[in-house]
């Protein structure tokens, strides 16, 4: 396996930098253009100077020669020169990553903190044997689906600019990394903090628990032993989230100022600054196959020699479903309320026009010609949310089902899986954006092209580490001595096991999704104006949140709905015995 994960991750590295060697090929724009803008704005595009830049940079030799010598290059140690204003690469990415790295810690604590904050009650119960209701869930989701350029906009005008407590941008001291953290770590805390209060029950309902709680172990030894059993499956979700704080920060920086590798990707890939782009992206891949390497061993190191010697116990199937008759009477009206709203707001504001201008209503609050008050543009907020309900959560479902298909296929094949994934995840939202909208376009099929591109790598890593602990079950190795079949085995007992948790993984992940694209509507790249997207929606209004808060608040409450929807749907969908 560890040959196959080395591969995947070398081919999984060449094929996203040249990939991204392509880019002035595949935009259709003018490379040379676009270098002389950045170079000196005033300097007449003329058709000689634009001949001599392509000369100079070897652009008219083709994609293939270029990429080939940069590549040389990288091997010998360097990076090449800017194509820009002629400087080093390497410092400049060195620099960057610096800079993310340290955001990434700073994030990352919060992170830690808030998932043990979230997943502490059910530790506590389930090692105490009280385990009955559902838990932190539906807090979790809800944080979650914050969109992280929504909470570092609300983040900078009220702790910036209303009260003065922090500074508002910049990087020249320790202060200046607080409001960017928790706008980072207060997403990724909720995300991972779901999945470890989903994972942690299956855990406890375990035969050891029963015989370790007789034999006299207390609560503690229990809750610690829950956490070594329950974890190994999400450690590599943990290597993804800090990637990602790393590399997928790009809104976040944006608006706080922070000179990040993310922020560095996305200046050369709209300058077409290839040396600089493709450096930066190989950083973050690099740092995704590290990141990737100390999960794995991490991973190894939890399970010790069960997973080697295929004696790992899994839970016993539950007889019914959900996690008690409480979980079910309080995931019915959660998920009932959280569905009416969402339902009676679409029809309402599909039956109005997302479109009319009202401009004595701009920024208007809510009123009975506008529910829900009006844009910047005076355009009614509740016809906008209405009319984009379609766009946002049916493409969102779209990229959530497909990522889900992909990742099961994948993560049967756990080599190709890990590395793959590792790889794709350092890659930026907005970089693979970029990519596919010099393809595609911007828009809303090259959004959702995007984000299925780099939404499919957390499912899989998941499926790929709970397939290695099924197929290291103790009743595996009984069923392949009495001669059963790889296809039975595969049908019967390893897909039933993972196809659950990663279904549940998947519900969870769609109001991510949707943020997602949202976040490349916020830079955009997404859906163009007027849609009235969501994602959208929320960016327009993000300039007068200090004037008009509800024009912002409508979209982000519509995507808390969804993220508290999504967790009632997977907790109903969950066996108080599956395997998380």
């Known amino acids: 396996m560890t040959g196959g994960v080395l591969f995947s991750r070398g081919v999984a590295v060449v094929a996203i930098v040249a990939v991204v060697g392509l880019l002035p090929w595949l935009s259709g724009r003018d490379a040379a253009l676009s270098l002389l803008r950045a170079r000196s704005a005033e ?30 290059g990288v091997l010998r140690g360097d990076f090449g020169r800017s194509w820009a204003d002629g400087s080093a690469v390497l410092p400049s990415v060195l620099s960057g990553l610096g800079v993310s790295l340290t955001l990434m810690a700073a994030a990352l604590a919060v992170t830690l903190a808030l998932t043990c904050a979230l997943c502490a009650p059910t530790l506590v119960r389930g090692a105490r044997g009280t385990l009955r209701g559902g838990g932190t869930g539906a807090v979790a989701a809800v944080l979650g689906a914050l969109p992280e350029f929504l909470i570092a ?85 943990l290597g993804l ?29 709209e300058a077409q600054d290839l040396p600089l782009l493709q450096a930066a992206v190989l950083a973050l891949v690099l740092l995704g196959v590290l990141a990737g390497i100390l999960a794995s061993a991490a991973r190894h190191r939890m399970l010790g020699p069960g997973l080697r010697d295929a004696a790992l116990s899994l839970p016993a199937p539950a007889i019914g479903g959900g996690r008690g008759k409480s979980g079910s009477r309080v995931v019915g009206p959660v998920a009932g309320v959280c569905g009416v709203v969402l339902a009676v707001a679409v029809g309402w504001g ?162 991510g999704i949707a943020l997602a694209m949202a976040s490349l509507g916020f830079l955009g790249l997404g859906a163009q104006p007027p849609a009235p997207e969501w994602g959208l929606t929320l960016a327009e209004s993000l300039p007068y949140v200090e004037r008009a808060p509800w024009a912002a608040l409508v979209p982000a409450g519509m995507l808390l709905l969804l993220a508290a929807l999504a967790v009632s749907l997977s907790t109903a969908g969950r066996r108080t015995g599956g395997a998380a």
Do not use: K, M
């Open 43 to 72: 300097q007449e595009p003329t058709a000689e100077a634009l001949e001599a830049i392509r000369h100079e940079l070897g652009l008219d030799g083709g994609p293939l020669p270029l990429l080939g010598e940069w590549l040389g």
């Open 153 to 237: 906009t609300v983040l900078l005008v009220t702790l910036s600019v209303w009260l003065g407590l922090l500074p508002p941008y910049g990087w020249q001291e320790p202060r200046h990394l607080v409001l960017p953290a928790l706008a980072l770590g207060i997403p990724a805390g909720g995300v991972l903090g779901r999945l470890v209060d989903d994972t942690l029950p299956a855990a406890f309902a375990e035969p050891w628990v029963g015989l370790w709680r007789s034999a006299g172990c207390g609560p503690g030894v229990i809750a610690r032993a829950a956490l070594r059993r329950a974890l190994p499956a999400l450690v590599p979700q």
């Open 241 to 269: 989230v800090a990637v990602g704080l790393a590399g997928g920060a790009v809104a976040v920086e944006t608006v706080f100022a922070v000179p990040g590798i993310g922020r560095t990707a996305l200046g050369a890939a």
């Open 350 to 511: 599909s039956l109005l026009d997302p479109l009319t201008v009202d401009v004595a209503a701009r920024l208007a609050g809510p009123s009975w010609d506008h529910p829900l008050g009006a844009d910047a543009l005076g355009r009614d907020v509740l016809a906008r949310v209405g009319h984009g309900a379609a766009a946002t959560l049916g493409v969102s479902a779209l990229v959530c089902a497909g990522s889900y298909v992909i990742a099961l296929t994948v993560g049967l094949l756990p080599g190709l899986a890990s590395g793959a994934a590792e790889v794709a995840n350092a890659v930026p939202p907005v970089i693979a954006g970029i990519l596919v909208a010099a393809v595609l376009g911007p828009g809303t099929p090259g959004a959702s092209v995007a984000v299925a591109l780099v939404s499919w790598p957390a499912l899989a890593a998941h499926a790929a580490a709970l397939v290695s602990e099924v197929r290291a079950a103790a009743h595996l190795t009984a069923q392949r001595a009495i001669g059963s079949s790889h296809t039975w085995i595969l049908t019967r007992h390893v897909l039933p096991a993972i196809a659950g948790p990663v279904a549940r993984h998947a519900v969870l992940r769609l109001p």
